[in-house]
């Protein structure tokens, strides 16, 4: 409107008669933003009015202050409150505005008018509150009395409005210099029915030493939180200080917890990123607990959440000795979920990914292994996710073939079913036999059959183009196979290629025929 509409004027008036209300944080980012991503664009008249304005609109008092720069953090990507205009170090600018909120902190401490004027929103708002209540801790000249005014405000208002972002700051602050005082009054905390359900963010907000852990532990056993409270110790490296022991210990708690496996689970793989970003060793009752909550996972119908997490999970914990018993209740509860349509394979195609690549053998056995009836549901879970190019594409030959050579009559046509039969298409290379393949078809008792049932895949079932044109690029693999040195495959290579031929024929035919009556329909 300002740069284009030509009502700069009647935009002016407007501006400046909400602002003799009281001062108007909204208006005064939004004439802010609007110079900072369209100034240089307009003509020097309608800039030079802007410039005026955002001067006129800019608070001034210490209330108008907070109010502007601490609270409401929802006006920009960044907030450009206290940014120069001209100024593109979106970083350097961002470090400034968290040093004058924590600044404005400091100077409300020595307010305290002002203060119990602002608390109300400081418990409720959003924006930069912890770097305010860093500041306010930093400032206050008496801690406990300024803990007791954030917390009755923060009770005050309604369970669904408040947020603990201003406490877990002022904790945090006071935390650096009188680490006594911080749990003293986190000790309080967990004693207070009315705080104790967000304890577990409050405890965050510190390092957790021994004394949060032990305090943690209490509010389990209390059952005054429940398990997405917890979920604070996801983000900040928060569960990184907690030794492996008592980490298994907490999170088998709140796994028990209703809902909370999904809680356990994201909280263990912070952990274990943390952990492998750091370039620490594994530990060892951390992989156990991993094994613990993957035993009793929950797997839920909207699995694309969840799938790259779990499949973390189990490459780092479900490796290694004293991992069979976790991995076998793993896939049969898998197959369970899948079996009664609680939820899709496709939607875990990561997850089954990485239950091959974890124990290739042992999922074999899970997958493919048994009666007629989990080799059949093995083989369409395997089928399902492997058209993401997921799963068993990813297991090396000789563990395949480790696995067939156990009973080799039916195990090498069980394989020759699920295998992919070549590498991943690309539109710059030719296609080319998977490697797995050709080794399946030189070990195999009945290369003849295998081949066979390696073919019945060749026609895809999804697709995008012309399928005929699909299906006659895969030809020339039979092809290559008609100068094999064992004469049954050869023989059967070039068979299955004509029989293949005509259905390439027949889809081709079916596609022209199709077009012409979609082109006649329109015409």
């Given amino acids: 409107l300002w740069s284009n509409s030509g009502v700069a004027d009647e935009l002016d008036r407007i501006f400046r008669a909400i602002a003799k209300e009281g001062f108007w944080r909204e208006g005064w980012a939004a004439t802010r933003q609007t110079l900072k991503f369209d100034g240089k664009g307009m003509p020097k008249k309608v800039r030079d009015k802007l410039t005026l304005l955002e001067k006129a609109l800019r608070p001034a008092k210490l209330v108008e202050n907070v109010r502007g720069i601490v609270l409401g953090g929802s006006s920009g990507s960044i907030d450009l409150e206290d940014v120069d205009l001209d100024e593109a170090d979106y970083a350097a600018a961002h470090e400034r505005q968290e040093a004058l909120a924590f600044n404005l902190g400091k100077d409300s401490a020595q307010s305290t008018k002002e203060l119990a004027e602002l608390m109300p929103e400081l418990v409720t708002g959003q924006g930069r509150l912890w770097a305010f209540g860093r500041g306010l801790a930093a400032g206050s000249a008496d801690i406990r009395a300024a803990w007791k005014a954030l917390t009755e ?6 369970p669904k409005d408040r947020r603990t972002q201003v406490l877990g700051g002022f904790l945090n602050g006071l935390n650096e210099h009188d680490p006594d005082v911080a749990n003293n009054l986190l000790d309080a905390t967990l004693s207070d029915p009315a705080l104790g359900a967000d304890f577990p963010a409050l405890q965050s907000s510190v390092v957790i030493d021994g004394k949060g ?8 056993k209390l059952g005054i939180s429940s398990a997405w409270d917890f979920y604070a110790l996801v983000g900040g490296r928060a569960s990184d200080p907690i030794p492996g022991k008592d980490l298994r210990e907490l999170l088998n708690g709140i796994a028990s917890k209703p809902d909370g496996s999904d809680v356990a689970l994201e909280i263990l793989y912070m952990r274990l990123f943390s952990d492998r970003d750091q370039k620490k060793g594994a530990v060892p009752e951390v992989v156990e607990t991993g094994r613990d909550l993957l035993e009793k996972i929950d797997f839920k119908k909207d699995g694309q959440r969840h799938d790259h997490r779990l499949a973390s999970i189990v490459r780092a914990c479900l490796t290694g000795d004293g991992a069979g018993k976790a991995f076998t209740a793993v ?47 093995g083989t369409t879970i395997i089928l399902d996710t492997m058209r993401h190019g997921k799963s068993i594409q990813f297991v090396i030959a000789d563990d395949i073939i480790r696995w067939c050579e156990q009973d080799p009559g039916e195990r090498y046509l069980l394989v020759a079913n699920v295998v992919p039969p070549f590498k991943t298409e690309t539109e710059k290379t030719a296609l080319e036999w998977n490697p797995t393949v050709l080794a399946l078809l030189n070990r195999s008792p009945d290369p003849v059959a295998s081949l066979k049932q390696l073919v019945q895949r060749f026609a895809p079932m999804s697709w995008s183009g012309s399928r005929a044109a699909i299906m006659e690029s895969r030809l020339p693999l039979l092809k290559q196979l008609e100068s094999h040195a064992n004469p049954r495959i050869a023989e059967v290579a070039r068979e299955e290629g004509l029989r293949f031929q005509q259905q390439v024929e027949k889809a081709r035919k079916w596609e022209t025929e199709n077009d012409r009556s979609t082109d006649e329909r329109f015409e």
């Fill in 331 to 377: 896939c049969e509860n898998f197959k369970k979920v899948v079996s009664d349509n609680t939820v899709y394979a496709f939607h875990y195609d990561d997850f089954v990914q990485s239950l091959f690549t974890a124990r290739p053998v042992d999922a074999l056995d899970n997958f493919l292994g048994g009666d007629e009836a989990n080799r059949k549901l």
């Fill in 213 to 220: 852990v032990t305090r943690l532990k209490e509010c389990l």
């Fill in 153 to 158: 405000a923060f009770k005050a208002a309604g």
